[in-house]
């Protein structure tokens, strides 16, 4: 009887956790992007921003219930072996929620997510991520200050620091 009156509590519970869950819209997310941007261009599911000289690219489709924040950071041509292994380490340890990315010779800071299901909290800590990720690339690589630490050698200085990519927003 204990555990019958225990799951139906727990049944109750996520019910009504799911009623009051954040339903993030292209409104919403285009009203936390114009209160958090130094400047700002936007269209319907797109939106060019730039917060302290970085660029940023977010790009939602609510249909499909995706949405993306973006940040060029270098041509990809131009990185050594070096520079991409480090990333993709950076992509396990301390690149949290953002990653490292390469698509159309460009090295993007990268935050992947569902658009309904996430809050206003989510997508101000996302444009964090992804400006730190940006900033840090190339030296401690992360996007936080959290470290998931892991059986690797102590990184050594990187040889070439990357040239940075801006396209003109």
Not at 84 to 93: C, D, E, G
Not at 125 to 146: K, M, R
Request: glycine residues 2%; contains cysteine; charged residues 25%.
């Amino acid at each position: 009887m204990k555990k019958r009156i225990l799951i139906s509590l727990c049944f109750i519970g996520i019910i009504q956790f799911s009623m009051f869950s954040q339903n993030m819209t292209l409104e919403k997310l285009g009203d936390i992007f114009e209160n958090t941007t130094d400047s700002i261009v936007s269209q319907k599911s797109q939106w060019r921003f730039i917060i302290k000289k970085i660029p940023f690219i977010a790009i939602a489709d609510s249909t499909h219930n995706r949405m993306r924040i973006i940040s060029p950071i270098a041509d990809s041509n131009r990185l050594t072996e070096e520079l991409k292994t480090a990333s993709l380490m950076a992509n396990f340890h301390t690149a949290l929620d953002v990653k490292y990315a390469i698509s159309d010779n460009v090295l993007w800071s990268v935050f992947i997510h569902p658009l309904k299901e996430l809050t206003e909290d989510q997508v101000l800590d996302a444009i964090s991520q992804v400006y730190y990720a940006h900033v840090n690339f190339g030296t401690t690589f992360s996007s936080t200050s959290l470290v998931f630490p892991g059986n690797r050698k102590p990184r050594k200085k990187l040889k070439q620091k990357p040239k940075k990519f801006i396209e003109k927003i």
